[in-house]
């Protein structure tokens, strides 16, 4: 085991013998971090060309400790030799003693490496070991890993002895000169929770299992590997078995699951892989195994594209299900009809079945499906989940059930994954049937909501235009009886009685609009009616010079123009907006007499020969229409020189 020594003079202080050598070394903000002795450069990305080689390494962070030291010889940039890697995790507690000095605690582990190399890569033997040391300062019996290399492959002795965990795990065996496992492999350890030591004893035949043996105390079990046996005498015998062939040959176990390979991967990675990996480290070896082979069981060109299809079929139809599951509401408003209630139902019992059919793809891409895994326990009740129910029922309403397509194979039926495809299409033709129905559905139930929607906001703009036009003058009385009361309630009514949603919503809305613009006009009645005492009130002023007490000449020729307003336009427009035939007239002329009463009162306050001229022009004019086309166009033109 490790020389714990080493750790201790690592802490202390970090020194290299002084040898006719290069140096490179590293600090930090506590001081020297690491050295690097080496013959000749040092390359950014790869090892000295040749010599000796050494590193040591620290690193310090609050109560925890990395070490590292490396030794060995290089070649052409390559390890080569014998070569040592030694990695410390520390963690330390210094605190106050009884006397003067401090008590120091230590705990940690060292992970070391020790082999030779042969042109870069592992050859001979490796030993891999791992202590760990208490605060005690006593030292646990650890781990050792121990490989044989023959040109980075494992080829030769592999051995594992655990004393670090309960499970006291021991493994013993070995590989051929290409790396496959070979002959007897000897496993012995606790599974967690159980005094009972077990052992097993696994057979390879160039790196296929071909038996198995578990001992439990008095108890053991045998399980020979048919399939290997059989392919194997046909590779003897030279001849090509039908079936099977050999699959993946390097894999990181055998296949057969439990404790013992979770074991054999933990360790092959710390012996093979892990170590080796400091960022000033420019290598890292490469070494495989032990490996394993597996049988593969191919499928023909018709089963495989049963397979593909099943599985597009199965991935489209769980997407479309889960697209009308997911409709919000759905669920609380199945009972709103007898067939959405059982399309509901039909739809959850596919979407199980296609789970469980996921569930039996998964299992056949599994190498040795065919021929070994439709016999297990967990493959028939799979099976019969895939045709369980067979009937689907609604859950809220009294209705004859459904029956779900069913998958007709057996267990031992070869023609499984054709099965597979016939219940996908059995299944795709039947569902959309459903799924059109859950649509029709949910659109009959947000047509009604939204419908509700719009009812409730317009028999809210109802209640407010009924408020707001209960005390209104003349033109606000005519306009409330006309339009809010007559026009509009023959629209809802209209509203109310089409059976077409969307006729019904484009009615709804072209109310709303309606009465939006009532509610924003009704404080303008007033003002229009208004408006032959406005305009007097505006043209008084012109009646009196205030700066010479005398009247203005040009008086006389603005209340001629006043009077033609008040006697000729004013009630044009009162009687043309009341006797509006529709509701686009009405609109239209409103907008423009709103226009022209606000014209004529800016035009009051204008005052020159410009104005003067409209005025001598319009109060001659006999036609209302045109007397509103002059003065409005007229006041467009001209607002901004009187601003």
Same mark, same amino acid.
């Given at each position: 085991m490790?020389?714990?020594?080493?750790?201790f003079?690592?802490?202390?202080?970090?020194?290299?013998?002084?040898?006719?050598?290069?140096?490179?070394?590293?600090r930090?903000?506590?001081?020297?971090?690491?050295?690097?002795q080496?013959?000749?450069?040092?390359?950014?990305?790869?090892?000295?060309?040749?010599?000796?080689?050494?590193?040591?390494?620290r690193?310090l962070?609050?109560d925890?400790?990395?070490?590292?030291?490396?030794?060995?010889?290089?070649?052409? %940039?390559?390890? !080569?030799?014998?070569? /040592?890697?030694?990695?410390?995790?520390?963690?330390?507690?210094? &605190? *106050?003693?009884?006397? @003067?000095?401090?008590?120091?605690?230590l705990?940690?582990?060292?992970?070391?490496?020790?082999?030779a190399?042969?042109?870069?890569?592992?050859?001979?033997?490796?030993?891999?070991?791992?202590?760990?040391?208490?605060?005690?300062?006593?030292?646990?019996?650890?781990?050792?890993?121990?490989?044989?290399?023959?040109?980075?492959?494992?080829?030769g002795?592999?051995?594992?002895?655990?004393?670090?965990?309960?499970?006291?795990?021991?493994?013993?065996?070995?590989?051929?000169?290409?790396?496959?496992?070979?002959?007897k492999?000897?496993?012995?350890?606790?599974?967690?929770?159980?005094k009972?030591?077990?052992?097993?004893?696994?057979?390879?035949?160039?790196?296929?299992?071909?038996?198995?043996k578990?001992?439990?105390?008095?108890?053991?079990?045998? %399980?020979?590997? !048919?399939?290997?046996? /059989?392919?194997?005498?046909?590779?003897?015998?030279?001849?090509e &078995? *039908?079936?099977?062939? @050999?699959?993946?040959?390097?894999?990181?176990?055998?296949?057969?699951?439990?404790?013992?390979?979770?074991?054999?991967?933990?360790?092959?990675?710390?012996?093979?892989?892990?170590?080796?990996?400091?960022?000033?480290?420019?290598?890292?070896?490469?070494?495989?195994?032990?490996?394993?082979?597996?049988?593969?069981?191919p499928?023909?060109?018709?089963?495989?594209?049963?397979?593909?299809?099943?599985d597009?079929?199965?991935?489209?139809?769980?997407?479309q299900?889960?697209?009308?599951?997911?409709?919000?509401?759905?669920?609380?408003?199945?009972?709103r009809?007898?067939?959405?209630?059982?399309?509901?139902?039909?739809?959850?019992?596919?979407?199980?079945r296609?789970?469980?059919?996921?569930?039996?793809?998964?299992?056949?891409?599994?190498?040795?499906?065919i021929?070994?895994?439709?016999?297990?326990?967990s493959?028939?009740?799979?099976?019969?989940?895939?045709?369980?129910?067979?009937?689907?029922?609604?859950?809220?309403?009294?209705?004859?059930?459904?029956?779900?397509?069913?998958?007709?194979?057996?267990?031992d039926?070869?023609?499984?994954?054709?099965?597979?495809?016939?219940?996908?299409?059995?299944?795709?033709?039947?569902?959309?049937?459903?799924?059109?129905?859950?649509?029709?559905?949910?659109?009959?139930?947000?047509?009604?909501?939204?419908?509700?929607?719009?009812?409730?906001?317009?028999?809210q703009?109802?209640?407010?235009?009924?408020?707001?036009?209960?005390?209104?003058g003349?033109?606000?009385?005519?306009?409330?009886?006309?339009?809010?009361?007559?026009?509009?309630?023959?629209?809802?009514?209209?509203?109310?009685?089409?059976?077409?949603?969307?006729?019904?919503?484009?009615?709804?809305?072209?109310?709303?609009?309606?009465?939006d613009?009532l509610?924003?006009?009704?404080?303008?009645?007033?003002?229009?009616?208004?408006?032959?005492?406005?305009?007097?009130?505006?043209?008084?002023?012109?009646?009196?010079?205030?700066?010479?007490?005398?009247?203005?000449v040009?008086?006389?020729?603005?209340?001629?123009?006043?009077?033609?307003?008040?006697?000729?336009?004013?009630?044009?427009?009162?009687?043309?907006?009341?006797?509006?035939?529709?509701?686009?007239?009405?609109?239209?002329?409103?907008?423009?007499?709103?226009?022209?009463?606000?014209?004529?009162?800016?035009?009051?306050?204008?005052?020159?020969?410009?104005?003067?001229?409209?005025?001598?022009?319009?109060?001659?004019?006999?036609?209302?229409?045109?007397?509103i086309?002059?003065?409005n166009?007229?006041v467009?033109?001209?607002?901004?020189?009187?601003?």
């Amino acid at each position: 085991m490790m020389r714990w020594g080493l750790v201790f003079v690592l802490i202390a202080g970090m020194t290299l013998p002084a040898v006719a050598q290069e140096m490179k070394t590293f600090r930090d903000g506590k001081g020297l971090k690491g050295e690097i002795q080496f013959r000749g450069a040092l390359p950014d990305s790869l090892l000295p060309a040749n010599g000796p080689y050494e590193l040591r390494w620290r690193d310090l962070s609050n109560d925890s400790l990395v070490t590292y030291s490396v030794k060995g010889k290089v070649k052409n %940039h390559l390890p !080569e030799g014998e070569w /040592e890697w030694n990695e410390g995790h520390w963690h330390y507690d210094i &605190h *106050p003693g009884s006397g @003067i000095q401090p008590e120091f605690e230590l705990s940690g582990y060292v992970k070391a490496w020790k082999g030779a190399f042969s042109k870069g890569y592992p050859d001979g033997k490796w030993l891999f070991t791992l202590d760990s040391l208490h605060k005690s300062a006593q030292q646990k019996d650890g781990l050792s890993i121990e490989c044989t290399f023959k040109a980075g492959k494992t080829a030769g002795r592999f051995r594992v002895n655990d004393k670090l965990d309960n499970s006291a795990f021991s493994l013993k065996g070995q590989c051929n000169e290409e790396g496959y496992a070979e002959g007897k492999w000897e496993y012995s350890y606790h599974l967690p929770g159980e005094k009972q030591a077990i052992t097993e004893e696994r057979t390879y035949r160039n790196g296929l299992l071909t038996n198995r043996k578990i001992v439990r105390g008095k108890e053991s079990e045998s %399980h020979a590997n !048919e399939h290997v046996s /059989e392919l194997l005498q046909a590779l003897d015998s030279g001849s090509e &078995h *039908p079936r099977f062939a @050999i699959g993946e040959d390097d894999f990181s176990n055998d296949g057969q699951g439990g404790f013992p390979e979770l074991m054999f991967d933990r360790y092959r990675r710390w012996a093979s892989i892990a170590g080796w990996n400091h960022p000033e480290f420019h290598f890292e070896p490469g070494r495989k195994g032990p490996m394993f082979k597996r049988l593969s069981y191919p499928r023909n060109k018709s089963e495989q594209k049963a397979l593909v299809e099943t599985d597009s079929l199965s991935q489209f139809m769980q997407d479309q299900i889960a697209k009308r599951l997911d409709y919000r509401n759905l669920m609380i408003n199945r009972g709103r009809t007898p067939s959405l209630d059982l399309a509901i139902s039909y739809a959850e019992g596919s979407l199980s079945r296609l789970t469980t059919l996921d569930s039996l793809l998964e299992l056949s891409n599994a190498h040795d499906f065919i021929y070994v895994n439709r016999y297990d326990s967990s493959m028939v009740k799979l099976l019969e989940r895939l045709n369980n129910p067979t009937l689907v029922e609604a859950q809220l309403h009294d209705v004859p059930p459904v029956v779900l397509p069913v998958a007709a194979f057996s267990v031992d039926s070869i023609d499984l994954y054709h099965a597979f495809a016939r219940f996908a299409r059995d299944l795709s033709r039947q569902l959309p049937v459903y799924l059109a129905t859950i649509d029709r559905g949910y659109r009959d139930m947000t047509r009604e909501a939204a419908l509700l929607e719009l009812s409730d906001e317009l028999t809210q703009h109802q209640q407010e235009l009924q408020e707001a036009y209960q005390h209104t003058g003349e033109t606000g009385s005519i306009v409330a009886k006309r339009w809010v009361k007559e026009h509009l309630e023959s629209e809802l009514q209209f509203f109310s009685r089409t059976d077409v949603y969307e006729q019904a919503m484009e009615v709804g809305a072209a109310v709303v609009v309606k009465m939006d613009s009532l509610l924003a006009w009704e404080p303008h009645w007033n003002a229009f009616d208004s408006i032959p005492i406005r305009m007097k009130r505006a043209y008084t002023d012109y009646l009196y010079n205030p700066y010479t007490g005398e009247r203005d000449v040009e008086v006389r020729l603005k209340k001629r123009f006043y009077h033609q307003m008040r006697d000729v336009l004013w009630p044009h427009m009162r009687d043309e907006l009341h006797n509006a035939p529709d509701w686009d007239t009405f609109v239209e002329r409103w907008e423009i007499y709103r226009e022209t009463y606000r014209n004529v009162e800016l035009f009051a306050q204008w005052d020159d020969r410009s104005a003067t001229r409209l005025e001598r022009r319009l109060r001659k004019e006999k036609s209302p229409e045109k007397i509103i086309t002059e003065l409005n166009n007229w006041v467009r033109d001209n607002r901004g020189l009187y601003r």
